[in-house]
């Protein structure tokens, strides 16, 4: 026999289990966004790398030219930044694009599991709740009780013994 005080601890649960979904599939949403960006970077210094010559934006549609001879400033982590050639920058990208591929992925799998978690959540709550209303249900009534009883009273005659049309 499941309570209500049962009951709210399920919802409080589900509810839960919802919102950390929904955190969960906003990080993705944001390693996404970041493994896109990864990606083009890669594929610019990919492009660097085999000689081809490009434009860098500064903004307000002004854009420098990319010498031939080039070289990367890269940010190796905790604001250390170090000098490198395009290649080594881009494999560099290229590895932290697949670190972010396989973070993105645990995240997914923490998704899907959460996901059942709930639909299983869910599931008991329903059949709890639907024991415990059929539980609480009054019990049904005989035919005569349920139909509804006509009063009883006598109609008093006026004075004398004439009688009305609404006798």
Do not use: C
């Amino acid at each position: 026999m499941v309570d209500s005080n049962e009951l709210q601890r399920m919802a409080r649960l589900v509810d839960m289990n919802r919102q950390r979904l929904v955190e969960i599939e906003n990080q993705i949403e944001r390693i996404e966004a970041v493994q896109l960006e990864h990606d083009d970077t890669r594929r610019a210094l990919d492009s660097l790398a085999k000689g081809s010559s490009g434009h860098i934006p500064l903004g307000a549609g002004v854009m420098v030219p990319i010498p031939k001879s080039s070289t990367t400033i890269v940010d190796f982590g905790s604001g250390i930044f170090g000098e490198k050639t395009p290649k080594d920058a881009e494999e560099m990208v290229a590895k932290r694009l697949g670190d972010l591929t396989e973070l993105k992925s645990q995240f997914e799998a923490e998704a899907a599991m959460l996901t059942q978690r709930i639909e299983e959540l869910a599931t008991t709550f329903e059949r709890a709740a639907s024991s415990l209303s059929n539980q609480q249900q009054p019990e049904p009534q005989t035919e005569q009780s349920q139909t509804p009883q006509e009063p009883t009273t006598r109609r008093r005659r006026r004075i004398g013994s004439e009688l009305t049309l609404d006798d």
